[in-house]
């Protein structure tokens, strides 16, 4: 084969390879702009807290709970069974096996909607699947789940249901977050081993 | 040499595409310093445009006095784009929903777009608005820990 032709050939190869390549393939945006922009827009990113509370009763395992906030605001109080990882700390490689993955819906929450949505706009724009936003944030799910009380003379089976799952999830809030500090860090640390664990880490 | 170079520019000019790393994004939100009060806003000494990319109406209280609307789901259409890119000084978006603002201003950022700002009208969104009072007789069951 002629040299020149072989030359010409690999520098082909590598132009197509960089003009296919993203400028940072992990910290730069995978989605063109218009397919991002189509996605921010659809109402279908968010969950409810009420829908949070029933993943926090079921103990559901197809959801991850993601608390976006810093460590020491998690640490002051958290959504029971969510993980801690703080926008400051997003581009982290650690998180990326965590949140780029396809078994399980990443729900952000935030203590309301700036930072989740940020959160939300990046992970998707990255190429993170199943990403969801928790509406309103903690300030909603204290409005929602921690203070609602119900006034009437009836109940029916539906409202029911709803304030129990309500009821529920404020118990597990109230007693995960009433725990002394030290013992809040011992079960976040076996709730991390266990995560690992799942994710094939080692310990 | 000419192909690889016509593929770099192909490459480079497709609006499209994305081309800043989240860093700048995740740095230029430290400390709400993408956020504008109306107070400061209307200190500004360079000039600027409030861009509507919300459902209801910039409130006169605001006293906004140039601005425009263009919707979020067309915010990259390619004339409303090139009004964005044509904005002279500094580009504040307003939505009354922050999540909308929120959402543009990343996208806007991760474009390469300088000088992007957040018209924020409420405090701080992210201020928790309640406190916890922890239940000081509650205790998990040893097993579960």
């Keep these: ?203 | 040499m000419v192909v690889l170079l016509i593929l770099v520019v192909i490459r480079i000019s497709d609006q499209g595409l994305f081309k800043k790393d989240v860093k700048t994004a995740i740095e230029a939100t430290r400390n709400n310093s993408n956020l504008l009060s109306p107070a400061e806003l209307r200190q500004l000494k360079e000039p600027w445009m409030v861009v509507n990319i919300g459902t209801s109406d910039i409130p006169d209280s605001l006293q906004v006095e140039h601005s425009i609307k263009i919707s979020f789901e067309n915010l990259l259409d390619q004339t409303d784009r090139k009004i964005l890119e044509g904005v002279n000084g500094s580009l504040i978006l307003y939505s009354a929903n922050v999540a909308t603002a929120s959402k543009a201003w990343i996208i806007l950022n991760q474009l390469g777009f300088k000088n992007v700002f957040i018209l924020n009208t409420g405090g701080n969104p992210e201020e928790l608005k309640y406190k916890f009072q922890p239940d000081t007789t509650a205790r998990l069951e040893q097993d579960s820990i």
């Design chain 1, 1 to 203: 084969m002629d040299p020149r032709l072989k030359y010409s050939t690999l520098l082909l190869g590598v132009g197509v390879i960089l003009a296919f390549l993203p400028f940072d393939a992990a910290q730069t945006f995978r989605l063109k702009s218009g397919e991002l922009l189509s996605k921010s827009a659809a109402d279908n990113m968010y969950v409810s807290v009420d829908q949070v509370a029933r993943f926090v009763n079921s103990e559901d395992s197809t959801v991850q709970i993601i608390d976006v906030r810093s460590a020491e605001q998690f640490k002051a109080c958290n959504i029971p069974s969510s993980i801690n990882i703080p926008f400051d700390d997003l581009q982290n490689p650690l998180w990326e096996a965590t949140l780029n993955q396809k078994k399980v819906k990443n729900i952000f929450y935030g203590n309301g909607d700036q930072t989740a949505s940020y959160v939300w706009t990046i992970a998707t724009g990255l190429g993170y699947p199943n990403n969801f936003v928790m509406k309103g944030g903690l300030n909603e799910w204290f409005k929602t789940v921690m203070l609602s009380q119900y006034s009437g003379d009836k109940i029916t089976a539906t409202e029911n249901a709803l304030f129990e799952n309500r009821l529920n999830a404020r118990k597990a809030f109230t007693q995960i977050n009433s725990l002394p500090d030290s013992l809040k860090t011992k079960f976040f640390n076996a709730k991390r081993l266990m995560q690992s664990k799942l994710d094939g880490g080692c310990n």
